[in-house]
């Protein structure tokens, strides 16, 4: 529901915009976010719920997950306050899990059953029950179909068979939308997450459509080191394009984030140029000599599905750092002392950025949505804004990762320069669901020689969990940007050079 500015798309900005002010105000914490409830959802009529108390509950909860705290426990009595002053601290506030499903905010959902609509024309045929390998659907006074949910085992094969479309799948969205199938039902009927197959992509929060699923964020740790006066770096994922409107053009964003405190910004697609060349090299050293094909690494969500269901594929899974670890590095490499916030469209990356295996030198992880909050805490009007100092480090490869299929192209041109000669096979796929399908392809020995790109994301990063705009209009935007770059090749970066320092 990206692009789509509904009534759960609203609250969520609500509530990044009151944190993000709350923290550059300061003050008594707990007053505030005590108060905030109330003027997210004004008044004494509910607008969304049956009961304005419920609706001012889910924003409670909400406000805990923007800051990082953990949702309270439906039975205990603890005010939405609770922890916040162990929370006010200028570092990385994370307290596992990362995406959360707030339980009296959730439909209640059916996880997946077939359902016979008034469409039904009672036919005579019934090719609906004929299918039927339980007997589950019987016939009504009127010799309509009626499905028997207690034999019914949910293989649609009569919807299949229905001449007129009357019979329709009924599944629960964010399992719909869940490649990992990582969402089934507490004892109560509500959505529940089994984190052990859980990663983190976010798929689950941008498709409920009740806005019962949200993730942790960093804004109030992020500012706080902001005001304390930490020199603190933005690192801006290549998808940023268009996504805080027409206004907010590349040569105004480094001049829109310092008026948020920001010492400077940088493009990640440097970090994705050095992501390339290094994913090439490996590429022509290991494939097929060492192994049979290799597979990217930047999507954190691709990266970790493929070595939870197909551990045998990790070493092939490419060991170079991601843009978002490269670009930081790079930055610290150049000024010790700073602190880096990546900011991108992705719940993923701050998962990525906690975790303990590799040092990833990033202190914070925004998405667009919540930066964009921070945008209207502090009044940023993009129409006055000069937009002197453009970003224009990265060449059009790196600028390409933000799309499917734009990592395994950057990488592929930039082999075709080091070896002309070599000829490269490609398979790219985008959403996990696909991810998995490409791998049991490749486990079946039908993608040897290959080069793989996995994408968590339908459409890759510009569809994330933290974006903004329609997939389709930020596409574009990134094509357009990706063309204006002064050097295409990777190996053209300025950059190339450091890539040996960055270990």
């Not at 400077?264 to 094909?293: M, N, R, S, W, Y």
């Not at 734009?406 to 959403?431: F, L, M, S, T």
């Amino acid at each position: 529901m990206r692009g789509i500015y509904t009534s759960v798309t609203d609250i969520r900005r609500k509530v990044f915009t009151e944190v993000a002010r709350m923290a550059y105000e300061g003050g008594d914490y707990a007053k505030k976010i005590e108060e905030l409830p109330y003027k997210i959802i004004p008044g004494e009529i509910a607008t969304y719920r049956e009961s304005i108390f419920l609706e001012r509950a889910i924003v409670g909860e909400r406000l805990r997950l923007c800051i990082g705290l953990p949702l309270r426990p439906v039975d205990e009595n603890k005010p939405i306050s609770d922890g916040i002053f162990e929370s006010a601290i200028a570092e990385k506030y994370y307290d596992p899990p990362l995406v959360n499903i707030i339980s009296f905010a959730c439909n209640k959902c059916p996880e997946k059953k077939f359902e016979v609509t008034n469409l039904c024309q009672g036919c005579l045929a019934h090719p609906c029950s004929e299918v039927c390998p339980k007997g589950a659907i019987s016939f009504d006074a009127h010799g309509k179909s009626v499905i028997d949910q207690e034999k019914c085992i949910k293989c649609g094969r009569c919807r299949t068979v229905c001449p007129y479309g009357a019979i329709q799948k009924m599944e629960r969205p964010c399992a719909k939308a869940c490649g990992m199938n990582a969402i089934g039902s507490d004892e109560h009927g509500r959505a529940q997450i089994n984190y052990d197959l859980c990663v983190s992509c976010g798929m689950c929060i941008v498709n409920c459509p009740f806005g019962a699923i949200s993730d942790k964020g960093q804004i109030f740790q992020l500012i706080q080191s902001i005001k304390k006066g930490d020199q603190v770096i933005a690192a801006v994922a290549p998808a940023f394009l268009g996504q805080f409107g027409p206004k907010a053009t590349p040569e105004k964003i480094k001049d829109a984030m310092r008026h948020l405190g920001f010492a400077d910004v940088v493009e990640v697609a440097v970090g994705a140029d050095l992501c390339t060349i290094e994913e090439a090299e490996d590429f022509l050293k290991k494939v097929p000599e060492e192994q049979p094909f290799m597979a990217t690494s930047c999507c954190p969500s691709w990266s970790v599905m493929a070595k939870k269901l197909f551990p045998e594929f990790a070493p092939y899974i490419s060991m170079a750092l991601t843009p978002m670890v490269l670009t930081a590095r790079l930055i610290k490499k150049e000024h010790p002392d700073c602190k880096v916030v990546f900011v991108g469209p992705c719940s993923a990356k701050k998962l990525e950025a906690s975790r303990r295996s590799i040092r990833s030198d990033v202190d914070f992880v925004l998405t667009f949505e919540e930066i964009m909050g921070m945008f209207e805490a502090k009044n940023i009007d993009f129409n006055l804004l000069e937009g002197n100092e453009p970003l224009n480090e990265g060449t059009g490869a790196g600028r390409g990762f933000a799309v499917s299929g734009g990592v395994a192209n950057a990488v592929v041109e930039a082999i075709k320069k080091i070896d002309p000669d070599r000829e490269v096979q490609v398979d790219y796929a985008e959403g996990l669901e696909n991810c998995k399908k490409m791998l049991t392809l490749a486990k079946a020995g039908k993608r040897n020689g290959f080069l793989l790109e996995g994408m968590g994301c339908p459409g890759g990063c510009v569809a994330g969990a933290g974006t903004l705009q329609p997939v389709a209009k930020s596409t574009a935007a990134v094509a357009k940007y990706k063309s204006q770059a002064e050097q295409q090749n990777a190996l053209d970066s300025k950059y190339a050079h450091k890539l040996k320092h960055l270990d």
